[in-house]
């Protein structure tokens, strides 16, 4: 392996890590669909959307060491279970003594095999090192959904037409979006 191949590093996008994540645990609290009681628990009802809540914090927050990752992800387990030992020391769960937990909170040991199973058989704790920087292609995605609501598929614009649709997008997308300015084009601006 190259020096070159060595050094880099993936960056995957933090959203699809997730995605199969939310389905395995959706499917531990679909009674319906699987019926046997060592496959399901009304106990995660709760839990599949804060659990990716908690997942993406764990990505964002893991310093880029994939150990941390892993041991925050498996931590999930332990604050759905009432135990806030490993929780962020700034988290309303360890900082509030009176703090009520919102969610049920975990005493079923099927429940409990469930959720470690779902967190232990994706990606994202499989391959840790591959999300340590916590990418999100939100933005991206985002904005392409703008440049289609202005570049309608079905009709075809003259050059002049086009490049016009393309600046109102921008600026509709960039009036839009809750974040700041990621770079600033100075070429244009006098006395810049």
Same mark, same amino acid.
């Given at each position: ?5 060595? #050094?880099?590093?993936t %960056? ?7 995605k199969?994540?939310?389905k @395995?645990i959706?499917q531990?609290?679909n009674?319906a669909?699987i019926?046997?009681?060592?496959t399901?628990? &009304?106990?995660?009802?709760?839990k599949? *959307? #804060? #659990? =990716? ?6 990505m964002?927050n893991?310093n @880029?060491? &994939? ?6 992800l498996? !931590?999930?387990?332990e604050h +759905?279970?009432g135990?806030h030992? @490993?929780c962020y020391?700034e988290?309303?769960?360890? %900082?509030?003594k !009176?703090? *009520?937990?919102s969610?049920q909170i975990?005493?079923?040991?099927v429940a409990?095999?469930? =959720?470690?199973?779902?967190l232990?058989? +994706?990606v994202? +704790?499989k391959?840790?090192?591959d999300?340590?920087l916590?990418?999100? #292609?939100?933005?991206? *995605?985002s ?6 609501i202005?570049?309608?598929k079905?009709?075809s614009f003259?050059?002049?037409?086009y490049?016009t649709r ?9 009036t839009n979006?809750?974040?700041?300015y990621?770079? =600033?084009?100075?070429?244009?601006? &006098?006395?810049?």
């Open positions: 392996m190259s020096e070159k191949q060595d #050094t880099q590093q %960056k995957n996008d933090s959203w699809h890590a997730t199969n994540m939310k @395995g959706a531990c609290v009674r669909a019926s046997k009681r060592e399901w628990s &009304p106990l995660l009802q709760d599949v *959307e #804060t #659990t =990716l809540t908690h997942a993406f914090w764990c964002k893991c @880029g060491n &994939p150990e941390i990752l892993k041991r925050n498996l !931590n999930i387990i +759905y279970k135990n030992a @490993g020391a988290s309303r769960c360890r %900082k509030d !009176n703090d *009520e937990p969610r975990l005493s079923d040991a409990i095999k469930l =959720l470690f199973k779902v232990t058989s +994706y994202l +704790y391959s840790p090192h999300f340590v916590a990418r999100d #292609t939100f933005y991206v *995605e904005f392409n959904n703008v440049m289609n202005f570049h309608d079905r009709i003259s050059d002049k037409q490049e393309s600046v109102i997008a921008v600026c509709h997308w960039n979006v809750d974040r700041k990621t770079s =600033l084009d100075r070429k244009n601006i &006098p006395n810049a």
